[in-house]
């Protein structure tokens, strides 16, 4: 049976410029089956599949020669089979030279949150092991400019996955805006306590510019991605602390437990008793 905790778990790598490769066997410093979130990237690449992983209330079962990755702050958990093995790669952001770089990377961006980047390619799973085994390589020898050669070796990694993501599946880069990143940081730090306009106001620009530039890169209107966003921290609650359903609705600034539960209802179908029960199921 799952149990509530007052707080998810964030995870760290050991320095701010850390990069960690592992076998994804490996003895992890934390209970990965337990729910959790870590504030770098993880890239993660299956030889051999079986069992399946929960990101940000998603279920992926894990496929044979897949890659997946688990952004900061998501969600995750892992439940693989025995023989399920491969290699991961863990980074932080200022293992990556650039914004330019980041931002040109949809693999990277938190704002389009789809973990699969491919299942049953053995050609890309046996391409990218071999390049992570060769930064591993460079790490373990600790060479003359061996971070500098590292990071150089980490941003080619990650221009061969966004190549392969948008092969396999027609996915386009797209270079999210100052504008949208600054929106998003602010939704984060505000959610329902302010209004379209207000966030507008804040990033000094006009409502209808804020509509066309949300609309253009992240294809919602600015009212549905901050409801997007506002249900996945509703889903987290609901999920993962010990709180009622009107306290909930108090923490997210509803004026009222109906409210909240007519908002609940529309963005999922289903009442906040009723989508907490299903949410549950998931992690068992």
């Known amino acids: ?4 905790v007052n707080d998810i778990p964030i995870h760290n790598l050991s320095t701010i410029d850390s990069i960690n490769i592992e076998f994804i066997s ?5 209970d990965y089956k337990a729910i959790h979130r870590h504030n770098y990237y993880e890239i993660l690449f299956f030889k051999n599949g079986g069992g ?3 990101i940000d209330f998603k279920k992926h079962p894990i496929q044979h020669n897949s ?3 688990v952004k900061p702050r998501q969600v995750h958990l892992i439940r693989r089979e025995e023989e399920a093995d491969g290699l991961l790669i863990q980074f932080t952001e200022p293992m990556i030279f650039s914004d330019v770089l980041k931002k040109s990377l949809s693999v990277l ?8 980047i491919f299942e049953h390619n053995k050609v890309l799973t046996d391409f990218f092991i071999i390049a992570l085994e060769d930064i ?3 790490s373990d020898e600790k060479s003359m400019f061996y971070k500098q050669k590292i990071a150089h070796e980490l941003c080619s990694v990650l221009y061969n996955i966004e190549e392969s993501l948008q092969k396999n599946t027609e996915r386009k880069t797209r270079v999210t805006s100052d504008l949208i990143s600054n929106f998003a940081n602010l939704i984060e730090t505000n959610m329902t306590r302010l209004s379209v306009k207000e966030y507008a106001d804040l990033l000094h620009v006009s409502t209808k510019k804020l509509a066309q530039i949300t609309k253009k890169q992240l294809g919602l209107t600015p009212l549905k991605y901050i409801h997007k966003q506002l249900l996945i921290e509703i889903k987290r609650d609901l999920t993962f602390k010990e709180l009622s359903h009107k306290e909930i609705a108090y923490n997210y600034n509803f004026d009222s437990p109906s409210n909240f539960s007519l ?16 949410l549950l199921e998931n992690y068992q």
């Open 1 to 4: 049976m799952f149990n509530a």
């Open 26 to 30: 490996h003895t992890n410093s934390y």
């Open 52 to 54: 399946y992983q929960i």
């Open 67 to 69: 890659c997946y990755v």
């Open 109 to 116: 961006d938190r704002l389009h949150n789809e973990p699969v």
């Open 136 to 138: 591993k390589q460079l």
């Open 263 to 278: 908002f609940v209802k529309s963005q999922t179908g289903l009442s906040p008793s009723e989508l907490q029960k299903n």
